[in-house]
């Protein structure tokens, strides 16, 4: 799997430095959930996919659900603000975290389009 597109059904919300996409309707899960392209300095700066399967988890701030993150830095992930997500390193290339009851985890680009695949999202 690549950088996903997008069909006409998703709506556009933009603020400074990113435009995030999202389902017009309300989405069953699992599910592909939000697609965000942040850009610096009017600079592409990354594309990230998130992807939900609707399960829950109870935390001490209240309850999550089950979800992925796919990111694609274009340019090094330290110098815009979702670095955190690739611990501030020099990332060029492919971030993928799963975060469930255990926290976040990092996995391969080829674990998240297994998690995608088993969960049956068709992007």
């Known amino acids: 799997m690549g950088l996903v597109l997008l069909d006409s059904s998703w709506v556009p919300d933009t603020w400074d430095g990113a435009t995030a996409w999202?389902?017009?309707e309300k989405q069953s899960y699992p599910s592909h959930t939000v697609k965000q392209v942040n850009y610096n300095n009017d600079t592409l700066y990354c594309e990230r996919d998130s992807y939900?399967?609707?399960e829950e988890f109870e935390t001490v701030d209240g309850?999550?659900?089950?979800r992925l993150q796919?990111?694609?830095?274009?340019?090094?992930a330290r110098s815009g603000p979702l670095g955190g997500i690739a611990f501030?390193?020099?990332?060029?290339g492919w971030v993928c975290r799963f975060y469930d009851s255990h926290g976040g985890q990092s996995v391969s680009k080829a674990q998240a389009d297994s998690i995608i695949k088993a969960w049956g999202i068709k992007d």
């Open 22 to 24: 999202g389902p017009k």
């Open 52 to 54: 939900c399967n609707g």
């Open 63 to 66: 309850y999550n659900k089950v």
């Open 70 to 76: 796919v990111v694609y830095f274009y340019r090094s």
């Open 88 to 92: 501030n390193a020099d990332t060029i």
